[in-house]
């Protein structure tokens, strides 16, 4: 939409630039050229226990979605496409969701491709909307439409629930339901004030049990959400959350009261313990005594919001060895992963938000490089007796704290780590199994004090 509006100011522009050259009713060349009409389209993935998913606009790949993703609402020229969405596992044999669905798209229209349900009984719901920004003046914008929402729910582990989106100050023990929904549901738009502060909370039919809540909110005029029902898989197992699907992406809303999770790897050769803080280094350490080459436990004393994390030695909150800003967002794992070396202050930190889910019939594989001493690094995964020539890697280019997912075919594999561009292995063959369903965590270190031999941390996680 603020493609659309951009595009609207600067044809008015244009033709003020024409009448101001004098142009006359004679074709002199110099007619003003209409600008193309558009209209939106976005696809969702909200299969739980699904993969990675594509879609195809016509013959061309709009989108590749994980679980939970939305794509933005993009704009495309007016006309007749079909929609095909697939799902593509590793062993890339696509298994066929929707088949040439029409996409007769004309310039007002905002399509929703939404995918829910199991991979075993996989439902599409569309949402045909009039885009919010369709003939809106951008040169008005106290005139821009009021905010609007609708419900649609997609968790397949929860019944039928009571919605709530009341002001944030409200009595939940008063309140009314603004809707009552079932799997599959939508509802109409309903529209908001962006005076109020608002707040969402679900809770089973009749009920007042409460199973999320958003916490405060605003929403600002011109803008449209789907407030989409799907499944959690938090550290501390609640069953459903609430993306806020904007024109932008899936969000989680900031103030969201789910519990998260957080946890730590020291992987700095040079400093055999350390401690990690959440904040200034003072008092107790979130993360205390954590050994070289180890994973903390998860620790659930975190509390959403932005923070600032430093590592110190062991003891000595006086000195920081490595510092960065964070996000904790309720519902998700993180992990904290350092490395570099504190001899050379080399050492950083960053944080990467875990898998918690079990995918049918495939196994997540997660690479970290915490090695210093290994550089710039390539990372393969190659059946048995394949060379690495023959094998494209799951991560390339792999500099210090670089990583890599990727979605597995249940077997065995050959781990080999190689120098970026060359086939010059650091570290592997290492034979390593994976499972249907299972997550795995691999974290590539040095040998304590640094330099080799280059050491593998393979965690198989243990799902909530």
């Known amino acids: 939409m603020r493609n659309r509006v951009l595009a609207m100011a600067l044809l008015s522009t244009l033709l003020g630039l024409l009448a101001g050259c004098g142009a006359s009713d004679a074709d002199d ?49 007016v006309g007749q496409y079909v929609m095909n969405i697939v799902l593509t596992p590793p062993t890339d044999v696509p298994t066929t969701l929707v088949d040439n669905a029409n996409a007769d798209l004309a310039d007002e229209d905002e399509f929703s491709f939404i995918m829910i349900g199991t991979t075993a009984n996989p439902q599409l719901v569309r ?12 040169s008005k914008p106290a005139q821009f439409p009021l905010p609007d929402y609708q419900i649609l729910h997609a968790s397949t582990s929860t019944g039928a629930v009571d919605v709530y989106v009341t002001d944030a100050a409200a009595d939940l023990a008063a309140a009314t339901p603004s809707a009552t929904v079932s799997f599959g549901n939508v509802t109409p738009l309903v529209q908001l004030d962006p005076a109020v502060s608002y707040r969402v909370r679900v809770t089973p039919a009749g009920d007042k049990t409460v199973l999320f809540d958003s916490g405060s909110f605003t929403v600002a005029r011109l803008r449209r959400s789907i407030y989409l029902l799907l499944d959690n898989f938090g550290p501390t197992g609640e069953s459903l959350r609430v993306a806020n699907v904007t024109a932008a992406a899936a969000e989680d809303f900031p103030n969201q009261t789910m519990q998260a999770a957080l946890r730590a790897a020291n992987m700095i050769p040079d400093a055999p313990l350390v401690d990690i803080y959440l904040g200034t280094p003072s008092g107790t350490p979130l993360f205390q005594n954590v050994a070289y080459g180890t994973t903390t436990p998860y620790s659930l004393a975190v509390t959403n919001g932005s923070f600032t994390a430093n590592v110190t030695p062991a003891g000595v909150p006086g000195t920081i060895i490595a510092t960065a800003n964070l996000s904790i967002v309720g519902g998700q794992a993180r992990s904290i992963y350092t ?9 950083a930190l960053s944080t990467l938000v875990e898998s918690q889910r079990s995918i049918t019939g495939q196994a997540q594989f997660r690479f970290v490089q915490a090695a210093p001493s290994a550089g710039t690094v390539d990372v ?4 048995p007796g394949q060379p690495i020539s023959d094998a494209s890697p799951i991560l390339a280019n792999g500099v210090l704290l670089a990583s890599s997912t990727a979605n597995l075919t249940p077997g065995s594999y050959d781990l080999f780590v190689a120098r970026t561009g060359s086939t010059v292995q650091l570290f592997g063959p290492e034979r390593i199994s994976v499972d249907a369903g299972a997550v795995y965590s691999a974290v590539l270190f040095d040998a304590a004090g640094g330099g080799g031999p280059l050491q593998l941390q393979l965690t198989r996680e243990v799902l909530p």
């Open 29 to 77: 060349g110099n007619a003003p050229v209409a600008l193309p009409r558009q209209g939106s389209i976005r696809v969702v993935h909200v299969m739980p226990d699904a993969g990675r998913m594509t879609s195809f606009l016509s013959n061309s790949v709009f989108s590749a979605n994980q679980f939970g993703e939305a794509t933005v609402l993009a704009q495309q020229l």
């Open 339 to 347: 490395s570099g070396l504190d001899g050379n202050d080399t050492a």
């Open 127 to 138: 949402i045909d909307n009039v885009e919010i920004g369709f003939d809106v003046d951008p």
């Open 380 to 383: 393969y995964l190659a059946t």
